[in-house]
């Protein structure tokens, strides 16, 4: 069975200082991963994709994937409480994407 | 209208109904894709469509039924439903079920309730 590990949260974390989300996949095979960020009650959004191992940048948002140790994270620096949402993991093996259960990220005032 | 679109956005229905959802796509994509998310539980993916054929049922029960007339157009046919499958129903699309870098784009959702 194919999962996509994710601490469910909350993770809460001080607006300005950076938020670190992580996520775990069981398949080696896997090529593609994704964050998606769904806010309550609104469908998910994506927001990065990273293929290769090392870091992506894209504004506040840097996803990192270690494909050895089968992990992908997702830093945002100085986090906004606009960035309060539930961050969904989902990883592409083949033809079939698995999404993680999500993180609920609650950034405080 | 861009992107894709889900109707209606709510729904209420009774088990003896029959309803349908609806998700077009404005992107050109050829591939659609029908989830179901329920409370504290992973997106769990229903049917998929490519390039209007069924390529994947994940073992949905036959109360829920697709159908993809063309490439920008999905329903999902509901019939005699239970409780348990209120749920908030996702309707997705990307450019092809088979590329690597296949990235999906979701609609706003129906959220379903049966009482």
């Known amino acids: 069975q194919k999962e996509v590990e994710q601490n469910s949260g909350p993770l809460s974390v001080p607006e300005g200082a950076i938020a670190s989300l992580n996520c775990t996949y069981s398949d080696r095979g896997s090529q593609s991963f994704f964050w998606y960020r769904q806010y309550s009650g609104k469908s998910p959004e994506l927001i990065m994709f990273?293929?290769?191992?090392g870091d992506k940048e894209d504004g506040r948002f840097t996803a990192q994937l270690n494909k050895a140790s089968q992990y992908v994270s997702l830093l945002i620096r100085d986090s906004q409480p606009s960035d309060s949402a539930t961050y969904l993991c989902a990883v592409k093996g083949g033809d079939k994407i698995i999404f993680g259960k999500g993180t609920r990220l609650h950034i405080l005032p | 209208e861009t992107g894709v679109t889900q109707t209606p956005r709510h729904l209420v229905m009774g088990m003896t109904n029959k309803k349908s959802l609806k998700c077009e796509q404005h992107?050109?994509?050829?591939?659609m894709y029908w989830y179901k998310q329920s409370a504290k539980k992973p997106l769990e993916l229903m049917f998929v469509y490519n390039f209007k054929e069924q390529t994947e049922n994940n073992s949905v029960p036959s109360r829920f039924s697709p159908e993809c007339p063309n490439s920008s157009h999905l329903f999902l046919h509901l019939h005699t439903l239970q409780p348990e499958d209120s749920a908030l129903y996702l309707c997705?699309?990307?450019?092809?079920?088979?590329?690597?870098?296949?990235?999906?784009?979701f609609g706003p959702g129906t959220r379903l309730l049966v009482l």
């Open positions: 992107l050109g994509h050829n591939a």
């Open positions: 990273i293929y290769s191992n």
């Open positions: 997705a699309s990307s450019q092809d079920r088979g590329l690597a870098k296949e990235t999906q784009y």
